[in-house]
Nanobody
Framework: QVQLVESGGGLVQPGGSLRLSCAAS????????MGWFHQAPGKEREFVAT????????YYADFVKGRFTISRDNALNTVFLQMNGLKPEDTGVYYC?????????????????WGQGTQVTVSS
């Protein structure tokens, strides 16, 4: 079973940056497409970004395009989310997810492994 652990969240001012990491405790990590999802307080979980197994294909939600970048380092069994130009509405828990397929997916239902989440707070 794939186990995912997110890190890198914290408190940042509007316009600032954070880099989230998601480490997988499984050497088969490189076979899985990965995704990041965001859940604001009192809101539904929403898609943020996804990357295919090799890192060559990515997709982003409209609200993060031009600000966030997803990447992966398969040698480290880790996926990253670089977040720039953060806004207060970006506040919430960010979840890393994996799916047992190589193709990227924007759908929550497309993922079968989830991390515990890491809190991001954007506030002055």
């Amino acid at each position: 079973q794939v186990q995912l652990v997110e890190s890198g969240g914290g408190l940042v001012q509007p316009g600032g940056s954070l880099r989230l990491s998601c480490a997988a405790s499984d050497s088969t990590f490189s076979n899985y497409a990965m995704g990041w999802f965001h859940q604001a307080p009192g809101k539904e979980r929403e898609f943020v970004a996804t990357v295919n197994w090799s890192g060559g294909t990515t997709y982003y939600a409209d609200f993060v395009k031009g600000r966030f970048t997803i990447s992966r380092d398969n040698a480290l069994n880790t996926v990253f989310l670089q977040m720039n130009g953060l806004k207060p509405e970006d506040t919430g828990v960010y979840y890393c997810a994996a799916r047992s397929a190589s193709r990227a997916s924007t759908l929550i239902s497309g993922y079968n492994y989830w991390g515990q989440g890491t809190q991001v707070t954007v506030s002055s």
